[in-house]
């Protein structure tokens, strides 16, 4: 195997120039990258700690050797030595987190990729109902679904009406921050315009089946799907994400995560607690990942590549969806701008080999 990927290195070596690769290498701004290339070794160092042994240095050295011959710059083999050590090999065909925030989503995305932050139009940008959005704020209005004004002071009757607690996020949400629940008790309009423009949705009680990862907050399916070249959209990457804790919602630097086959839906053998510690059960419940069946996958997976169909330029989104207790499918959010990646190339990767992404650093 080793030998295989060193002779694809050294026929990449040929392939390019020495001088191209300098010229894209001199491009690259390393501060940007030292922050992602920190968080990779940290990572990796906790992994070590576990198993009582250090990366093999042939893999690291073919980590480095991949990452500037394929990828055109050394910088983004940390990434790539991590993934390995996750992996318990190398894999070609990895797309390195910050290779993909940097290189890939400005060109296959492009400006499509702001969109996914405005919360307040997913519903009518996508034309459903599967988002669980109940009002809307922006530039000092609250809209109704169908588009009725609700004054301030009627709002907190409306949202109440029918729900103890109620969920807003602010467009730029990320990883978990910019949420918050509120139950009638605690709810502040002047509150929400302080925090800006976003979407209330209705709290999803989720399926028994994830009571056993999470009770106190609803735990989501990351699904990433892709736009190929002719505009045929597939899943490539699925995994389940909890929150630890106590937390309210589920935070990405506080989430444990269990990768999910994609063709058939079952959970793999071995999950990982925030810091990348493995584990082969829930440390409170003792639920067994391996083997579990996911209830609502396929009817996800179904409906985020459906939705895709309806945005084909923009060419790779993340989605996070619940399944409430009815196994009916709820979309909490999408993601175009930076759908990270590396827990499921790391686990479960590489998902994008054949779309060509190494290549897009050369001019």
Same mark, same amino acid.
């Given at each position: 195997?080793? *030998? *295989?990927? #060193?002779?694809?290195?050294?026929?990449?070596?040929?392939? @390019?120039?020495?001088?191209?690769? *300098?010229?894209?290498?001199?491009?690259?701004?390393?501060? +940007?990258?030292?922050?992602?290339?920190? !968080?990779?070794?940290?990572?990796?160092?906790?992994?070590?700690?576990?198993?009582?042994?250090?990366?093999?240095?042939?893999?690291?050295?073919?980590?480095?050797?991949?990452?500037?011959?394929?990828?055109? $710059?050394? =910088?983004?083999?940390?990434? @790539? %030595?991590?993934?390995?050590?996750?992996?318990?090999?190398?894999?070609?065909?990895?797309?390195?987190?910050?290779?993909?925030?940097?290189?890939?989503?400005?060109?296959?995305? #492009?400006?499509?990729?702001?969109?996914?932050?405005?919360?307040?139009?997913?519903?009518?940008?996508?034309?459903? *109902?599967?988002?669980?959005?109940?009002?809307?704020?922006?530039?000092?209005?609250?809209?109704?679904?169908?588009?009725?004004?609700?004054?301030?002071?009627?709002?907190?009757?409306?949202?109440?009406?029918?729900?103890?607690?109620?969920?807003?996020?602010?467009?730029?949400?990320?990883?978990?921050? =910019?949420? $918050?629940?509120?139950? !009638?008790?605690?709810?502040?309009?002047?509150?929400? +315009?302080?925090?800006?423009?976003? +979407?209330?949705?209705?709290?999803?009680?989720?399926?028994?089946?994830?009571?056993?990862?999470?009770?106190?907050?609803?735990?989501?399916?990351?699904?990433?799907?892709?736009?190929?070249?002719?505009?045929?959209?597939? %899943?490539?990457?699925?995994?389940?994400?909890?929150?630890?804790?106590?937390?309210?919602? +589920?935070?990405? /630097? #506080?989430?444990?995560?269990?990768?999910?086959?994609?063709?058939? =839906?079952?959970?793999?053998? /071995? =999950?990982?607690?925030?810091?990348?510690?493995?584990? /082969?059960?829930?440390?409170?419940?003792?639920?067994?990942?391996?083997?579990?069946?996911?209830?609502?996958? &396929?009817?996800?997976?179904?409906?985020? %590549?459906?939705?895709?169909?309806?945005?084909?330029?923009? !060419?790779?989104?993340?989605?996070?969806? %619940?399944?409430?207790?009815?196994?009916?499918?709820?979309?909490?959010?999408?993601?175009?701008?930076?759908?990270?990646?590396? &827990?499921?190339?790391?686990?479960?990767?590489?998902?994008?080999?054949?779309?060509?992404?190494?290549?897009?650093? #050369?001019?």
């Amino acid at each position: 195997m080793l *030998r *295989r990927i #060193k002779s694809a290195a050294t026929r990449s070596r040929r392939r @390019l120039s020495g001088a191209l690769r *300098r010229r894209y290498s001199a491009s690259v701004n390393k501060e +940007v990258h030292s922050k992602q290339n920190r !968080k990779a070794e940290s990572i990796l160092s906790t992994i070590e700690n576990q198993q009582g042994a250090v990366l093999d240095p042939a893999i690291r050295r073919l980590c480095l050797e991949y990452a500037g011959d394929v990828l055109g $710059w050394e =910088g983004y083999s940390p990434w @790539l %030595c991590t993934y390995s050590a996750l992996a318990g090999e190398f894999r070609e065909g990895w797309i390195p987190d910050n290779y993909y925030g940097e290189v890939v989503l400005p060109i296959v995305n #492009k400006d499509m990729r702001t969109i996914s932050d405005l919360r307040v139009i997913e519903s009518m940008l996508f034309g459903t *109902r599967l988002f669980p959005d109940v009002l809307s704020y922006a530039n000092g209005l609250f809209v109704s679904p169908s588009h009725e004004i609700i004054p301030h002071e009627a709002v907190g009757g409306y949202l109440f009406q029918q729900a103890d607690r109620i969920v807003f996020k602010l467009h730029s949400s990320f990883h978990g921050r =910019g949420v $918050w629940v509120y139950t !009638k008790e605690n709810f502040s309009v002047d509150a929400v +315009v302080r925090a800006g423009n976003g +979407v209330f949705q209705s709290y999803v009680t989720q399926h028994h089946f994830f009571d056993s990862f999470t009770a106190n907050s609803v735990a989501t399916i990351r699904l990433t799907t892709v736009a190929d070249s002719n505009g045929e959209i597939s %899943c490539r990457a699925a995994y389940l994400r909890a929150a630890m804790d106590a937390d309210p919602v +589920v935070l990405t /630097t #506080k989430a444990m995560r269990v990768s999910i086959d994609v063709p058939t =839906g079952l959970l793999h053998t /071995t =999950g990982y607690l925030p810091n990348y510690y493995a584990i /082969t059960e829930h440390p409170d419940s003792g639920f067994v990942f391996g083997g579990a069946t996911v209830p609502g996958y &396929f009817q996800s997976v179904a409906a985020v %590549c459906d939705l895709h169909k309806k945005l084909p330029f923009c !060419k790779c989104i993340g989605w996070d969806v %619940c399944i409430d207790t009815s196994e009916m499918i709820q979309i909490i959010e999408w993601n175009a701008r930076h759908n990270n990646i590396r &827990f499921s190339e790391a686990t479960a990767g590489p998902s994008f080999a054949d779309l060509g992404w190494e290549d897009l650093w #050369k001019p």
